[in-house]
């Protein structure tokens, strides 16, 4: 079996679109975009490069794999009539193996209103129109980084607004909210893209496979960063009659800086009241750093309230100028249980109504950051707008009778900025400079390779 061929990442019917264009067609052009009525209203786009240097860029297509492919094919199809052997064959000796497609995309980290061009795609040699969207398969999972992207933005967006409106300081931004979706990914490759895609907006993570995608594919020696923390068998592996002595041993073996410390193995309003608020209160005090209890159940938004005041009530608070209470520095929260855009909302609206600064608390979130979602959240899609058949470009579009929304976009197209606001239009060469979308992919090289800072300060609020 030959690693990553790209033979056989399509849908099994492309294998049989060759045969389907116009007779006469030698080119093809096809798009992205995330069409409008999805959950947000604009996109924050990444994941593309990983996608091209994994798959794509090089030569990915070899005799080795063209001959894996027509076996598959064969078994699939029950056919040998299908599987497009000779033009595969032609692109191995002739292209030396390389894609003769070139890809055209918005830089990664800009947010784009939907509905608007994001990629562009069409062959650059006119013996293989067909390959143009036998790739989209492929491209279009661009989806799922971009939706986490998106989502952990307006995520941040919303912990940003709240940190303004209660005093918080806002250095501590990008350490408001810390993936903790490894465990609760589909697969290792999704917690690295999904994970990366976090860290462009945060840099707390416990997702390593992210850290492994923004080195590897992003040119980012250490995007993320994360500090000694318990989970329940740490805790409750000394019993529940030394409870008292498993939050002990977490003082004495990090004597200083940030440990978080779970506490709600048994009854989470005993151990911040009783434990860490009286028998270990000195220890707290006196020790230098801050402990950062995490409960792990229960309601997040009663459970974070009462925390908060009991903790204010043990350890004592001071008030922003905005007249928000912040607690005493050695004592801190995350909520890490059932964390998703909209228990977050929930629980910022919460806190302030309750008068909490924003400062007292950090989030963690697994499945709501990296799994809750679908292409549908944002409606992401590729279709065909443009073919050239027998020398001449013709638009084409699709327009469903039963779903308007569906309606693609006709023409070669490009992605414009006018007075602040992107708009996708036909192309025109007098325009081609002012065009957002830029070569990333050509020939099997790869263009424009962003680092992962670029990103960030594209993406910055």
Known sequence: MQPDNILLMTDSY??????????????????????????????????????????????????????????FFKAHFGSDDFFNRRDWETIARWHGGRLPVIIKAVPEGTTVPTGNVLLTIENTDPEFPWLVNYLETLLVQVWYPT?????????????????????ADLSGLDFKLHDFGYRGSTSNESAGIGGAAHLVNFKGTDTMAALVVANQYYNEPMAGFSIPAAEHSTITSWGRDNEKAAYENMLAQYPTGLVAVVSDSYDIYNAVRNIWGEQLRDKVMFREGTVIIRPDSGDPLLVVLNLLNTLGEKFGYSLTPEGYKVLNPKVRLIQGDGIDKRSLATILAGMLGDKWSIDNIAFGSGGGLLQKMDRDTCRFAMKCSAVEVKGQWRDVMKHPLTDPSKKSKAGRLMLLKSEGKFITGVEDPALNEKNYLVRVFENGLQYEVPSLAAVRDRAAL
Not at 22 to 50: I, N, Q
Not at 147 to 167: N, W
């Open 147 to 167: 939706t986490v992207c998106t989502q952990s933005r307006a995520m941040k967006q919303m912990i940003k607004d709240a940190m303004i409106t209660s005093g």
């Open 14 to 71: 492309k294998v049989s679109h060759y045969k389907q264009y116009p007779p006469g067609t030698t080119r093809v052009f096809s798009f992205l975009e995330a069409r409008k009525g999805g959950e947000f209203p604009a996109v924050t786009f990444f994941g593309l490069s990983y996608i091209i240097k994994k798959y794509l860029a090089g030569s990915v297509v070899t005799m080795e794999k063209i001959n894996e492919a027509a076996a």
